[in-house]
């Protein structure tokens, strides 16, 4: 990626994304257009929350206080771009944005270690009638994992979705809940050639 607070490259990712979905699904219908929005860190550049699809990389501190040896001035701190990270208590996780800056800061080694992840936005739309993707309620921790999310995302669409609707009214009239369900489910990719099948047949 160009932008130095980039967790993933996003640009070979985005390309491997078109190449394996937009390439590879290009005989099959969708309800509608399908957007996908990858951005490289929590600093959503790119906005990806008001895509169809919006990939965020994280990358989580893994944190070992034991480590802290209570510094006058503790060089993490300053690091946090959102002012949340205490010395001998770390951030706090509902403002902590997992962008990754405080790992390495601490030359004792308090923050030495992350986890690369992403978290997912479904069914964001600009416009005149905007809609704000809804955020999933767990992360993605593997490229293997996020490409298969993709694939039962769009099968999902494909099943659910009628004549010129947006993901995100799926998202609504099914309700988030219920699409996670199916999305950790792994019955749309199991039914995959039934449903690609019935879609080349309609």
């Known amino acids: 990626t160009v932008c130095p607070h980039g967790n993933v490259d996003t640009q070979a ?9 937009y390439d590879g699904y290009r005989s099959v219908r969708l309800p509608h257009k399908f957007k996908i929005g990858v951005g490289g860190c929590p600093n959503n ?3 990806p929350d008001i895509n169809y699809l919006g990939i965020v990389a994280l990358h989580k501190p893994k944190y070992n206080f034991d480590k802290c040896i209570d510094c006058a001035e503790c060089l993490t701190e300053p ?3 959102m002012k949340t990270f205490k010395k001998k208590t770390g951030p706090d996780n509902d403002v902590c944005t ?5 790992i390495g800061a601490c030359p004792f080694g308090v923050a030495d270690e992350g986890e690369k992840c992403f978290k997912i936005y479904l069914g964001g ?5 905007a809609r704000m993707g809804s955020l999933m309620s767990s992360y993605v921790y593997s490229k293997e994992e996020l490409f298969e999310l993709i694939e039962k995302i769009l099968l999902l669409y494909i099943e659910e979705g009628r004549p010129q609707e947006r993901f995100g009214v799926i998202v609504d009239r099914l309700g988030m809940d219920k699409v996670e369900e199916k999305l950790k489910s792994n019955d749309l990719l199991n039914r995959k050639a039934q449903i690609l099948e019935k879609n080349a047949q309609s």
């Open 13 to 21: 990712l985005a390309l491997e994304i078109h190449k394996k979905f």
């Open 45 to 47: 550049c790119i906005k």
């Open 79 to 81: 690091k946090c771009p």
């Open 98 to 102: 997992k962008c990754g800056k405080c």
């Open 125 to 129: 739309k600009w416009g005149k009638v």
